[in-house]
Nanobody, 116 residues
Framework: QVQLVESGGGLVRPGGSLRLSCAAS????????MGWYRQVPGKQRELVAS???????IYADFVKGRFSISRDNAKITAYLQMNDLKPEDTAVYYC??????????WGQGTQVTVSS
């Protein structure tokens, strides 16, 4: 399994920005996708964004134009830049990684709270 360490959550006002990081313990060569889901109490976890080995990205409709995902292969780290945050973006954000021959790995989760 891939060990993932998340950072970058916190409290921000509406319209503000945060950047989440997800550092992996395994060589990026074996990881073919990384991304984030988010979850609020009482609801299912939902995909926010993902990025593949070749840089192909997928975004949920509710973050298009506001969030941007990227990855630094040398640092084996993925980033989620979140701009123009809204109160409805408040959730626990979970990083994940899909590696060849392994089950999906999850980070510990980081709280993002958008409130005035």
């Amino acid at each position: 399994q891939v060990q993932l360490v998340e950072s970058g959550g916190g409290l921000v006002r509406p319209g503000g920005s945060l950047r989440l990081s997800c550092a992996a313990s395994r060589s990026i060569a074996s990881i073919y996708a990384m991304g984030w889901y988010r979850q609020v109490p009482g609801k299912q976890r939902e995909l926010v964004a993902s990025i593949g080995t070749g840089g192909t990205t997928i975004y949920a409709d509710f973050v298009k134009g506001r969030f941007s995902i990227s990855r630094d292969n040398a640092k084996i780290t993925a980033y989620l830049q979140m701009n123009d945050l809204k109160p409805e973006d408040t959730a626990v954000y979970y990083c994940y990684a899909d590696a060849s021959g392994l089950q999906r790995s999850w980070g510990q989760g980081t709280q993002v709270t958008v409130s005035s």
